[in-house]
C-alpha cells in the first residue's frame, strides 16, 4: 500500500506540473462537448491511482469498453478485481473464501452515467454543477430517475478534451476518488476481460 503523504504530494506536485503552463480557460467545456467526447470514447486504457474512501491508496490498471464494460485490474499485492460487464458490477476478493464476487446492477451505481451506449450531460436535472477551476472543467452529475444512488464528479481538461479524474460518491456519501494516467483510446479487448462469468468459471478450476 502507498503511504498516503508520500501520495498526496506527488499529487500535488504532478498536478502543479501538469495544469501550471497551460492558461485558464474563460469558460468550462460545454456538456455537450464532453458528452461527444465521451460517445466517441469507444475504448481506452489508462494506469490509475485510488484514494479509497478509508484513506488507502490502490494502482492499478483501467480498462473501458463502451458501452457498459470496465475493468479495474488491481497492482500486487491488492487482490482485488473490479469489473463491470453484462449489465452487473462484479468485486472479486481474493482475499474471501468465497468465490463468487458481491454482484450490483450497473444501472445502479454512479459510473452508469458515462458507461451508458448515449451519454447525454445536458439531459434534465442529470447534472448538478457544472464549473471551471483553473484550467480544469468540473462536472458533478447524478442519473435524474435515480438521484439517491450517488453521484459522479468528473474533471475534464480541453484542447483536447481529455477525462483526467473522477470521484464516485456513493449513497452514504463516501467518496473514492480515481486518477487517471496517460489515457489511451481506441484499442482493442477481448471480451473475456470483462466477462463476469468466465472469471467465476476461471476461479473455480
Known amino acids: 500500500m502507498i503511504d498516503r503523504r508520500t ?24 456538456l455537450n462537448a464532453i458528452s461527444n467526447y465521451l460517445n466517441r470514447m469507444q475504448t481506452a486504457e489508462s494506469p490509475f491511482t485510488q484514494l479509497n474512501a ?3 491508496i490502490s494502482t ?11 475493468r479495474f485490474d488491481y497492482d500486487p ?4 478485481l473490479v469489473m463491470a460487464g453484462g449489465g452487473q458490477v462484479a468485486i472479486f476478493d481474493a482475499r474471501s473464501n468465497s468465490r463468487t464476487p ?39 452529475a447524478q442519473d435524474p430517475q435515480r438521484p439517491e444512488i450517488g ?11 481529455e477525462l483526467r479524474q473522477w470521484v464516485v460518491v456513493d449513497d452514504t456519501g463516501s467518496r473514492t476518488t480515481t486518477v ?15 466477462s ?10
Open 151 to 161: 453521484r459522479l464528479e468528473l474533471v475534464f481538461t480541453d484542447n483536447p478534451v
Open 180 to 194: 487517471l494516467g496517460d489515457l489511451k483510446t481506441g484499442g482493442s479487448y477481448p471480451a473475456s476481460l470483462f
Open 77 to 80: 499485492p491488492e487482490e482485488t
Open 7 to 30: 501520495f498526496i504530494a506527488g499529487a500535488a506536485a504532478a498536478t502543479a506540473a501538469l495544469f501550471l503552463p497551460r492558461p485558464a480557460a474563460a469558460a468550462p467545456i460545454s
Open 54 to 56: 478509508d484513506g488507502s
Open 102 to 140: 458481491e454482484q450490483y446492477p450497473l444501472a445502479q451505481t454512479p459510473l452508469n452515467l458515462i458507461l451508458e451506449r448515449n451519454v447525454d450531460l445536458a439531459r434534465r436535472n442529470m447534472v448538478v454543477a457544472h464549473r471551471q477551476e483553473g484550467p480544469k472543467t468540473i462536472v458533478v
Open 196 to 205: 463476469i462469468r468466465g472469471e467465476i468459471n476461471a476461479r473455480s478450476r
Open 60 to 70: 492499478g490498471t483501467l480498462y473501458i469498453q463502451r458501452p457498459g464494460r470496465m
